[in-house]
């Protein structure tokens, strides 16, 4: 693959034009933040109360988001300083999500997190509902029931269908995806960064989950196995893919990272904002390179379409990497479960802190078979930071990885270290937010749990 090659060239002048759209050299911090919505008994809240949650947030000045496909408004926007901060849902209704408009520090980041929690408070009084800080739907069990109607929640069953997790009834596996709520963050790179920063994220994502785990009480119960049940979900859902969780070996650099997931099989792609699923393709350079394709509309009828720049940014959207490039040209790492309200901003201080510190954390990795880290990854699913594999023990690669967080904060000299305490305490007790979800389950039950996670 060459600068000649189009998708190739479509990265590198995405990555010129995000530098360039930034203030220097400055980097940006973005947090996506995922609740679940949940009535006062625990249970998934109800489409009409999301609906609600719109036309709330309406009120205060925030702008409706339509679905192109349905004309129904399924959000909410509100400008910031240089993107906007989206309220929306993601595969289920049931599971809120806000996007945060990038910043330049976690100062700020704090602060547009303590005011969207001040702006949702009012509301979950009078609708008697709470958002939390929690990484899954504790009562309510996946369902199609629970899906979000719109144009790129239509497309997964026709091209990944499955049932080998949900009966038949509840509707295809990626259902599962409608009570997961996880916290995921932006960081913007330089076009040389990129890659090292995917593959650091990629191989500390055991360590991460280990401090983080947080999704292990769910449809009413402590799961039996899982301290990280909604990670579990993506190979549930994708077994044998090669799409989802740590990518099996780092990149090289940017090109092979272009020429991967070029490989991947498309999905589907956008004509006047309703998605064309793609079918007849093995892998989306094969669809991109045709010239001329063939695509099924939303209502099943083959279609004559010419492959264009923007299906490009909807595949970037199309494999789950724990961490990988944004169609806006910012790594993003997507491995942790939502976390307690008081430390939504631990995630962020820790992608930023190892971002900035990317040349000791690439020698810190390299210190480690690649195979070894993704195993790693299931062993902290169930563990957390009593995990081991093959001579890795995750709490000692937790320390190893907080060391280096710590580092490029300080590095970058705002103080900003400060807001991996919790993440600093959780390691020094040896324990996880699950671990003490289980404790206030086992001592009060959903209440309790709802109580303590409540925004």
């Excluded at 330089?190 to 090292?196: F, G, N, R, V």
């Excluded at 209502?299 to 264009?308: N, W």
């Excluded at 993003?332 to 510190?357: F, M, W």
């Amino acid at each position: 693959m060459t600068i000649r090659d189009p998708i190739y060239e479509h990265f590198i002048n995405g990555f010129e034009q995000a530098v360039s759209a930034r203030n220097g050299t400055e980097r940006r911090i973005g947090s996506e933040l995922k609740f679940p919505l949940v009535n006062r008994d625990g249970a998934a809240a109800s489409l009409k109360t999301i609906d609600a949650l719109w036309e709330y947030l309406q009120k205060r000045g925030s702008q409706p988001v339509e679905d192109a496909m349905t004309r129904k408004v399924v959000g909410a926007k509100k400008s910031g300083e240089q993107n906007d901060t989206v309220a929306s849902c993601e595969t289920g209704f049931c599971k809120s999500e806000f996007s945060l408009a990038h910043v330049a520090n976690l100062f700020d980041l704090d602060r547009s997190v303590r005011a969207l929690r001040e702006t949702l408070r009012p509301f979950s009084e009078t609708h008697r509902v709470r958002f939390l800080g929690y990484g899954i739907q504790p009562l309510t069990p996946p369902s199609k029931r629970l899906l979000m109607k719109k144009g790129r929640t239509s497309v997964w069953d026709k091209v990944f269908g499955a049932n080998r997790v949900l009966p038949p009834e509840d509707g295809d596996d990626v259902n599962l995806f409608t009570i997961n709520a996880a916290s995921h963050v932006h960081v913007s790179v330089s076009k040389e960064e990129a890659i090292p920063a995917v593959n650091v994220l990629n191989g500390f994502a055991g360590a991460q989950i280990a401090l983080t785990a947080h999704s292990n009480i769910w449809k009413g119960r402590i799961d039996p196995q899982y301290k990280c049940v909604a990670e579990k979900f993506w190979n549930w859902w994708m077994p044998d893919a090669k799409r989802v969780g740590i990518p099996e070996k780092p990149f090289e650099d940017l090109e092979d990272y272009v020429r991967t997931i070029a490989r991947f099989r498309p999905v589907y792609v956008k004509r006047v904002g309703k998605p064309i699923v793609l079918t007849r393709y093995r892998t989306f350079e094969e669809y991109y390179q045709s010239g001329r394709a063939v695509g099924l509309d939303p209502d099943g009828r083959e279609i004559s379409l010419v492959p264009q720049k923007t299906d490009i940014d909807v595949h970037s959207t199309c494999y789950w990497y724990n961490a990988r490039l944004s169609r806006y040209y910012t790594v993003e790492n997507r491995v942790n479960d939502q976390q307690p309200p008081d430390d939504l901003i631990c995630i962020a201080a820790l992608t930023l802190g190892l971002v900035s510190a990317l040349p000791e954390a690439k020698e810190e990795l390299a210190r480690y078979d690649w195979e070894k880290l993704r195993a790693a990854r299931e062993a902290a699913c169930r563990d957390a930071l009593k995990g081991r594999v093959d001579g890795i023990h995750l709490a000692n690669l937790a320390e190893r990885m907080l060391t280096l967080a710590r580092l490029g904060l300080r590095r970058r000299g705002l103080g900003e270290e400060c807001f991996l305490k919790p993440l600093e305490e959780r390691l020094r007790k040896q324990t996880c937010p699950a671990d003490n979800a289980a404790r206030l389950f086992e001592r009060g039950g959903i209440d309790a749990l709802m109580t303590d996670r409540r925004l």
